[in-house]
């Protein structure tokens, strides 16, 4: 893999890094607020926190053995700061009221799409290998990020047939 290509890829998953962190940030958030929840938020929170540990293992696999991987698919920084940046937003307006308490149906909904922008953007194409570490990794996060999306929905959908 040529240098260029590599500082790519690593930037790449530090920037995806990032939205983990923002996204666990927002569950701790959610957890402060909808307290008789706080089990369930919390336990997304120590999965994406989880998430950044496998994504500091899958870059030191890539910088480790540079010749089974192959850059595969370009991501736009900016969108995905972008997507930071609302989650972020979205954080401070849980913590400071301006998504009302009673409100646990709204939030829901706004963490299902988070996880789904998440599934959607597709980064584990970000490289082509055949590593089996490096996939096993991919493919835990991406389970992970599925099964967030859908207890979320399990809990949107009790939510709203008990409202």
Same mark, same amino acid.
């Given at each position: 893999?040529?240098?260029?290509?590599?500082?790519?890829?690593?930037?790449?998953?530090?920037?995806?890094?990032?939205?983990?962190?923002?996204?666990?940030?927002?569950?701790?958030?959610?957890?402060?607020?909808?307290?008789?929840?706080?089990?369930?938020?919390?336990?997304?929170?120590?999965?994406?926190?989880?998430?950044?540990?496998?994504?500091?293992?899958?870059?030191?696999?890539?910088?480790?053995?540079?010749?089974?991987?192959?850059?595969?698919?370009?991501?736009?920084?900016?969108?995905?700061?972008?997507?930071?940046?609302?989650?972020?937003?979205?954080?401070?307006?849980?913590?400071?009221?301006? $998504?009302? %308490?009673?409100?646990?149906?709204?939030? /829901?909904? +706004?963490? #299902?799409?988070?996880?789904?922008?998440?599934?959607?953007? @597709?980064?584990?194409? $970000?490289? %082509?290998?055949?590593?089996?570490?490096? /996939?096993? +990794?991919? #493919?835990?996060?991406?389970?992970?990020?599925?099964?967030? @999306?859908?207890?979320?929905?399990?809990?949107?959908?009790?939510?709203?047939?008990?409202?």
């Amino acid at each position: 893999m040529n240098p260029a290509d590599l500082a790519s890829i690593l930037d790449t998953l530090k920037i995806i890094n990032r939205l983990e962190l923002a996204l666990a940030e927002f569950y701790g958030a959610c957890g402060e607020v909808w307290e008789a929840e706080k089990p369930f938020w919390l336990s997304l929170k120590q999965e994406e926190l989880h998430h950044i540990q496998n994504l500091a293992k899958m870059a030191n696999i890539i910088v480790q053995r540079q010749a089974q991987f192959e850059r595969n698919r370009s991501f736009n920084i900016v969108a995905i700061q972008t997507f930071i940046s609302y989650v972020e937003t979205t954080t401070q307006r849980a913590r400071t009221g301006q $998504i009302p %308490k009673p409100d646990l149906s709204h939030v /829901l909904a +706004i963490a #299902r799409d988070m996880e789904q922008s998440v599934l959607e953007s @597709k980064f584990v194409e $970000i490289v %082509k290998t055949g590593d089996v570490e490096y /996939l096993t +990794i991919v #493919r835990k996060i991406l389970a992970d990020t599925v099964a967030h @999306k859908n207890r979320i929905v399990a809990q949107l959908t009790a939510k709203t047939k008990g409202d």
